[in-house]
């Protein structure tokens, strides 16, 4: 256990030393420990609990026996103390402007090595971005119930389900909880939609955050980069209130996200670098846990939703990451979570058919192209030639696969699976019938 959570669990003889050595500031021996205890304890019971102080380490022990010295490890020290007797900590912009891309990591080694390792063989599974129908709407509930309950959201995971899926809204629920679960809906959906696009610029990221915040904060602010100093709760950091500064790091950060060969390496800079950054007004947390899965999308990698993820590991690792620029702990809870998740959407993939990226990023269209056919009564032997028409101004790999696909689909399309391409199931059946007596069957 991290020592920073590790500083939870304490019983009240634990409690009593770390506070004796936060108030003295150095080494102390552990009959000079005992001595400013007000607890009466045995010698055996205060080497027990200064044993598994050292263990979890919350102490540092240096030197043997009678002679040993006892001190707090350095975020022991520092998170031992509540936030408001903690030192101000200012933001620092050579976080963000000294990370030099494929030389720096965030990540540790441990963390990326399981991630790797939850992922492995999912890639050879997937064309470089997209899932099926199925698998995207799966992840797009878990990613927006997750990452609206890290925000302190009480919708349950069902009542999520039901809104996102049929529009109804849960009883005894604020209607904001409704408006944030619902703007991630559309937010991931214009993250699925952009898959294979350039997309880590400050355009794009200005959209998704408006769409994410759209009716929680002033039309104004939304998708802007903020220009008025701000307070995180429960942490001693204080991001700045410099607009350009702003500016100019968050297209820093972008930048640099995208020039990281290392997908895991890559989502891990957007998650951690768009919280400690807090560029908008409100949504920061969101922002990053959004645009952290970008890198892993379009690897083909399972995407990381953030489904149990344990979240007071991973909002204690925040405060550590802006306080001490240690990113320990957040990367243990992410790499938890993902060994977690992961399997979920390798299994999902294992029992679909392989999509291309092409599929993902022309959906709409293959929707629009699906509805035209049917609703024309374009005949099954035009079917190819209207479709190579419809995407003449793709390259011919991409054209040729969705001019098959598309023929495909018109030979499979039922009125119970119309719903797929959103086509109207009468129009479907009429179709068919049409279809039948062209035949003569």
């Given amino acids: ?108 080694t441990e963390q990326l090595a399981r991630m790797r390792a939850a992922a492995e063989g999912v890639n050879q599974a997937l064309d470089a971005s997209t899932y099926s129908k199925a698998i995207a709407e799966r992840f797009l509930i878990d990613l927006a119930w997750a990452s609206s309950n890290l925000e302190g959201n009480t919708y349950t995971y069902l009542d999520t389900e039901v809104l996102l899926q049929y529009g109804q809204k849960a009883s005894g629920h604020e209607l904001a909880e409704a408006t944030m679960i619902l703007n991630h809906k559309h937010a991931i959906s214009e993250l699925l939609d952009s898959v294979g696009r350039p997309v880590l610029n400050p355009q794009f990221a200005a959209r998704i955050h408006a769409m994410l915040l759209r009716d929680l904060i002033s039309p104004e602010d939304l998708g802007r980069v903020r220009g008025n100093p701000v307070k995180i709760q429960g942490s001693s950091y204080q991001p700045s209130g410099d607009r350009t500064q702003f500016t100019q790091d968050l297209g820093q950060l972008l930048w640099k996200a995208e020039q990281v060969e290392d997908p895991f390496e890559a989502s891990f800079l957007l998650l951690t670098g768009f919280s400690y950054l807090q560029a908008y007004i409100d949504g920061n947390k969101r922002m990053g846990r959004l645009m952290a899965n970008v890198p892993l999308l379009w690897q083909g990698l399972p995407p990381i939703s953030f489904m149990g993820i344990d979240r007071s590991a991973y909002l204690s690792g925040l405060i550590l990451f802006y306080e001490l620029g240690d990113a320990s702990l957040m990367a243990g809870a992410v790499a938890d979570a993902y060994e977690e998740t992961s399997k979920n959407y390798t299994a999902a993939v294992a029992t679909r058919r392989v999509p291309k990226s092409v599929e993902l990023r022309e959906r709409r269209r293959i929707d629009e192209a699906i509805r035209t056919i049917v609703e024309d009564g374009i005949p099954e032997d035009d079917v190819r030639s209207f479709a190579s028409d419809y995407f003449q101004d793709l390259n011919d790999e991409d054209r040729d696969h969705l001019v098959g696909l598309v023929a495909e689909i018109i030979t499979a399309i039922t009125p119970e699976n119309a719903g797929a391409w959103s086509v109207d199931p009468d129009r479907v059946a009429a179709y068919i019938s049409g279809r039948s007596k062209t035949h003569g069957t």
Avoid: C
Avoid at 75 to 86: E, L, M, V
């Fill in 1 to 108: 256990m991290h020592p920073v959570m590790a500083l939870r669990n304490l019983d009240t003889l634990q409690k009593e030393i770390v506070s004796i050595l936060s108030r003295v500031g150095i080494g102390m021996s552990q009959t000079d420990i005992v001595a400013k205890l007000t607890s009466r304890a045995s010698q055996p019971t205060v080497s027990r609990a200064m044993a598994k102080l050292v263990a979890d380490g919350i102490v540092i022990k240096t030197g043997e026996t009678r002679g040993a010295s006892f001190d707090l490890s350095p975020a022991a020290s520092w998170f031992s103390k509540a936030p408001h007797y903690r030192p101000e900590v200012p933001y620092d912009p050579e976080r963000i402007g000294g990370y030099v891309p494929n030389m720096t990591t965030w990540l540790p």
